[in-house]
């Protein structure tokens, strides 16, 4: 259940400065050239590491204006379905490859009484194409491995992960739906931190009783009001997903196959596909309840609906007993309205970065777009 450190590499830092010899009028025009390329460069690197003020980090962002259509496209039998507020008060957290914007709020859970942070995007197509201006977009959530807080690794570009940007592309080439992304913390505290006196309390993404905190709540119910309320979306579970790596990768296939009337598919990459936390203990009735070992046969015994679970493992160190299980799982469950994938990453290894590029060689990002809802009014 670990996750990657970020690894960034300084751009080339630009052109030398002239060599010996030339003439002082040639060296000094080359020299101002020298010196305004450095700027240049020098303002890039700036803007790309957030060193004020060359970033707009901490600036608000406002989503009104473009997830509420032309209102030409609003009839009630519409598969799209308009923002509905309120605004929430959204941050820029960083940028993807192509400048779009990722940007964070903090959230007050409603329903769940839960209150963490929320990192969103959406690609150019949703702002940009003409098309798409009275169109719902499709949604998946974002889940991170270990902690997942108090910070969801996803919604940062540290150099090593890049979602957005590896989104943007498979976009691009036509591999991906143009995914709206929403990355929530996964967790109420950090369970990974040194000296933690409880391990193993983590919420396994569900609502344990005794626990103030509904974690299960939060993922399937008020981060989904909380891109409703911004973002053009599509009204049913067509166009809502999840995707998530580890502890992350079981809380989104756990939601699938709990909740298959809200969400139709996910990419669980090296997920545990039962829920193992300690704060289970004395209820194992409640446990029975978030076991996707337990929801996927019920789901096949009503012949439905059908359900998207692709799943990705490496077969590296560390990851035997996880692939185990899971090809156990698809072997048992992938059958009738359970429709599965499964990749094996050769040389793969337990952390986001083995699994975000794999997303597209292993072809989970294509098959799950063939099989959720497009943009569509």
Not at 41 to 63: C, R
Not at 128 to 138: I, L, V
Request: glycine share 12%; aromatic share 10%; proline share 8%.
């Amino acid at each position: 259940m670990t996750h990657p450190s970020p690894h960034v590499q300084l751009p080339h830092p630009g052109p030398q400065p002239p060599s010996r010899g030339r003439s002082r009028k040639k060296g000094w025009l080359i020299g101002a050239t020298g010196t305004a390329c450095f700027g240049v460069v020098a303002w890039q690197v700036m803007a790309h590491y957030e060193i004020p003020p060359f970033t707009d980090k901490g600036d608000s962002v406002s989503f009104a204006k473009s997830g509420q259509g032309d209102g030409t496209h609003t009839a009630p039998d519409s598969k799209a379905q308009m923002a509905m507020g309120p605004e929430a008060d959204f941050k820029v957290s960083g940028h993807a490859d192509d400048g779009t914007t990722i940007s964070v709020t903090t959230l007050k859970g409603a329903k769940s009484g839960f209150t963490g942070k929320v990192w969103v995007w959406a690609p150019k197509e949703y702002f940009d194409e003409p098309k798409y201006k009275n169109s719902g977009f499709p949604v998946l959530i974002a889940l991170p491995g270990g902690s997942g807080y108090p910070n969801n690794y996803y919604g940062f570009e540290d150099g090593t992960i890049h979602l957005e940007s590896s989104m943007t592309k498979w976009i691009k080439e036509g591999k991906s739906l143009p995914f709206i992304l929403a990355m929530p913390v996964l967790n109420p505290e950090n369970h990974d931190k040194k000296g933690d006196q409880n391990p193993g309390r983590y919420w396994d993404g569900s609502d344990i009783p005794g626990q103030k905190q509904k974690m299960g709540t939060w993922l399937t119910e008020d981060v989904p009001d909380l891109v409703k309320a911004n973002f053009r979306t599509i009204k049913s579970r067509d166009g809502w997903g999840f995707m998530g790596t580890s502890t992350g990768g079981f809380a989104g296939l756990k939601s699938v196959l709990q909740k298959p009337d809200k969400f139709k598919a996910v990419i669980a990459n090296g997920p545990d596909v039962e829920p193992d936390s300690l704060l289970w203990r004395g209820y194992e009735k409640e446990k029975a309840a978030n076991n996707p070992r337990v929801l996927a046969p019920k789901i096949i015994q009503k012949g439905g609906p059908e359900v998207y679970l692709a799943f990705q493992i490496g077969d590296g160190k560390g990851e035997a007993n996880d692939r185990k299980q899971i090809e156990k799982f698809v072997t048992q469950y992938g059958k009738g309205p359970v429709k599965t994938k499964l990749h094996v990453i050769q040389g793969g290894e337990h952390n986001a970065a083995t699994y975000i590029p794999n997303m597209e060689t292993g072809g989970m990002i294509q098959w799950i777009s063939r099989h959720m809802q497009g943009p569509v009014e």
